[in-house]
């Protein structure tokens, strides 16, 4: 089974990279101009863009970008120095916060005399004045440059920015509540306060990001240090800059949710009333269940779809398109659109499977055993005949999670469905490319997985031995 798994992985990788290799030299030979949005089109020379393509690489040869394409979707990067400034971030904010705020509570406390006017003030310096977000921002401001290691320099930075926010409101306040004198002190005092204390913070962190000597080299030893990257390149025209990979993550989970939902109502009632259609063959049910196949599969699906959308939207005052703030009600009618078909074919493979074992020797068998029909019908058949619709479960499960154009397209909603077509017609090359990735990987992936689940729910399927392969 190991061989069986490694070799069909291998078959599986090369496909995938031929695939995408096919694509991406397609997609090389298109004019340069598709890698300009409209407005540098317009407003840049020749010259300059002739040099944001040399920059960018696209001037080499196809197959100097293509292996340069592999180069930079598996790379591995060093990332001490940005996990060391997250930990100095992270460390300073903690503790700048805690102290800031003790030293404002202790400073307030000790001038007012008013317990009450004082709870306001401190409340008032910590919660609207010394905000996470506002302390977040001087850490940042006084770490960047070249003296953002040197910790003398990033404690007055500190102290300076707290008190230039704290003590204009403070100083305000306080000359009407304690006197302009003691006012004038309490300043003077909080300052030099927040100075000492960012002084002594500031000491017990090690502000240098990159590390020297032996730790270095230790450092470049350490796995925990890299990290693994997959790019796939930015987008040129649907979301310029942005890496495509953020934009399917962003569209994937919708198509997931919904084509999962979709999937797995068509497997529950196509299952079921397949079964039900063989055990009472030629009666009502099977009649009206055969109808029904015959009309999806007859109709095209845009009538069928707004036939849904109109039950839905005039008989249960549902959303006619997707809305985003209405996502679990506006979703239903997509679900419902996209599951009448699969319903239709779940139905009529079942029935079909169920009827062709249930004319099998080995039912009559059991029959004259004195097995009732309910007992043959679970036993034997249902299982046997469930075994083709499984093999391809995991490639249904796998493409529909992927979206569905017409169905996505004619409810507006935000999924992979419309993406690669808009891709396309725009020549977002490089979204373009991760997206053919993407569906080609779903594809083979379940296909390969169907085989191990066939193999593992019918025992008389070998995968290893030669007569047993497929």
């Known amino acids: 089974m190991a061989k069986y798994i490694l070799k069909r992985l291998g078959q599986s990788v090369l496909t995938i990279i031929i695939i995408v290799s096919v694509v991406f030299l397609l997609m090389r030979m298109m004019p ?52 060391q400034q997250a930990n100095i971030n992270t460390r300073l904010h903690a503790g700048v916060a805690e102290q800031a705020r003790a030293v404002v509570s202790d400073t307030i406390s000790r001038y007012y005399t008013d317990t009450s006017a004082a709870e306001k003030e401190i409340d008032k310096i910590n919660n609207k004045i010394l905000t996470d977000t506002i302390i977040a921002k001087i850490i940042d401001s006084a770490l960047q440059g070249e003296n953002g290691s040197d910790s003398a320099y990033v404690a007055e930075q500190f102290a300076s920015g707290l008190s230039d926010k704290a003590l204009g409101t403070l100083y305000k306040d306080a000359k009407k509540a304690v006197g302009e004198d003691a006012a004038g002190k309490m300043r003077d005092e909080l300052r030099a306060a927040l100075s000492r204390e960012m002084t002594e913070l500031v ?134 659109c996209l599951s009448t078909a699969s319903t239709a074919s779940y139905m009529l493979w079942m029935r079909r499977y169920m009827v062709d074992e249930l004319n099998k020797d080995y039912i009559r068998l059991a029959q004259l055993k004195g097995f009732t029909t309910t007992q043959v019908m679970f036993r034997h058949v249902m299982k046997n005949a469930f075994l083709p619709l499984a093999q391809y479960l995991p490639y249904n499960i796998l493409l529909t999670v992927g979206g569905s154009l017409l169905a996505e397209s004619f409810f507006s909603v935000p999924g992979m469905g419309p993406l690669l077509t808009q891709a396309i017609s725009r020549y977002d090359t490089n979204l373009v490319q991760a997206i053919v990735l993407f569906y080609a990987t779903l594809g083979i992936l379940g296909v390969f997985v169907g085989d191990l689940l066939l193999g593992i729910l019918d025992p008389r399927i070998s995968l290893t031995k030669k007569g047993g392969t497929r």
Do not use: W
Not at 290 to 304: C, K
């Open 32 to 83: 340069t101009d598709y890698f300009f949005t409209e407005d540098e089109l317009i407003k840049l020379t020749e010259a300059q863009k002739q040099s944001k393509l040399e920059s960018a690489g696209l001037l080499d040869p196809p197959l100097v970008q293509l292996g340069n394409f592999y180069k930079n979707m598996f790379t591995l990067e060093y990332i001490y120095a940005e996990k």
């Open 203 to 336: 000491g017990t962190v090690d502000l240098e990001v990159n590390a020297t000597g032996f730790k270095n080299v230790l450092n470049h030893l350490n796995p925990a240090n890299y990290r693994f990257t997959f790019f796939l390149g930015n987008s040129y025209r649907i979301r310029h800059g942005v890496s495509v990979l953020e934009i399917i993550a962003d569209k994937f989970p919708i198509s997931m949710a919904i084509g999962l939902c979709s999937l797995g109502l068509a497997l529950i009632l196509g299952v079921v009333l397949g079964i039900l259609q063989a055990r009472y063959k030629g009666g009502i049910l099977d009649n009206v269940c055969a109808g029904y196949t015959i009309f999806i599969n007859a109709v095209p699906h845009l009538v069928s779809y707004t036939l849904i959308m109109y039950v839905c939207a005039h008989l249960f005052n549902m959303p006619m398109t997707y809305r985003s703030n209405f996502p679990v009600l506006s979703a239903i009618p997509p679900i419902l």
